[in-house]
């Protein structure tokens, strides 16, 4: 069974660092690998998605990477911004084979201040 | 374009009564997902459609949830009778490809249930 975790649980820092949360999955037959924000009382917006057989992704200020062999996978948020204030979730989807049932870690909870 | 739709956006009830909820998918998104999500935790797949079939109710506890997707469009979750550990937020997403290439998932805003 797939688990993901997600580290830190919550990160709390002023505005401009440079920062960096982690995913890390057990199962390395991974589809592929999305990562969310959670505003609060929202649902979820994707961010990147990444294809098992990519390495990384870029978007704006966002960069993720993926190393299957390892089970792990880390986004990069350069510059941090108070509006960067959410809860980041990373989702995991199981190689193709059967139906797709998504696995998601708990989150990082991301207080960026001014 | 239009994101994926869902209502209500609360929903407080007494546990044994009963609730349903309703989603629209984006516009030719040919799978669409329920999650649930307890709070602190990250979203848990419930059911999944391709177009108006069920591709997985794995995770489903059919006991006293049922959801459907009649016409291939909008669906309907329904949960009868509730029980306190439902209090979560019921989460919709959908997809344009279907259950042979998963690609990227867009999400309702959520329905928050608080059972009493």
């Known amino acids: 069974k797939q688990e993901v975790t997600q580290i830190p649980a919550a990160l709390s820092v002023p505005e401009g660092e440079n920062l960096v949360l982690n995913c890390s999955f057990t199962d390395s037959a991974i589809y592929n690998l999305q990562w969310f924000r959670q505003d609060p009382g929202k649902g979820l917006t994707s961010l990147l998605l990444i294809q098992s057989s990519q390495r990384e992704q870029t978007s704006g200020r966002l960069n993720a990477s993926l190393d299957k062999s390892s089970g792990r996978s880390t986004l990069y948020i350069a510059a941090s911004q108070p509006g960067d204030s959410a809860t980041y979730l990373c989702?995991?989807?199981?190689?193709?084979?059967?139906?797709?049932?998504?696995?998601f870690g708990r989150g990082t909870s991301l207080i960026v201040h001014p | 374009e239009a994101g994926v739709a869902q209502s209500p956006r609360y929903k407080i009830i007494e546990k044994r009564q009963s609730v349903a909820f309703w989603c629209n998918p984006i516009?030719?998104?040919?799978?669409l997902y329920w999650y649930q999500q307890i709070l602190g935790q990250g979203p848990k797949l419930l059911i999944q459609f391709q177009n108006n079939g069920v591709v997985d109710d794995s995770q489903l506890p059919k006991d006293r949830f049922s959801a459907e997707r009649l016409k291939g469009v909008d669906s309907t979750l329904k949960i009868q009778p509730a029980k306190l550990e439902d209090s979560a937020v019921y989460l919709c997403a959908s997809s344009l490809l279907g259950r042979e290439g998963y690609n990227e998932q867009f999400f309702g805003p959520g329905t928050r249930l608080t059972v009493l």
């Open positions: 989702a995991v989807g199981p190689a193709s084979g059967g139906s797709y049932i998504p696995t």
């Open positions: 516009s030719g998104h040919a799978t």
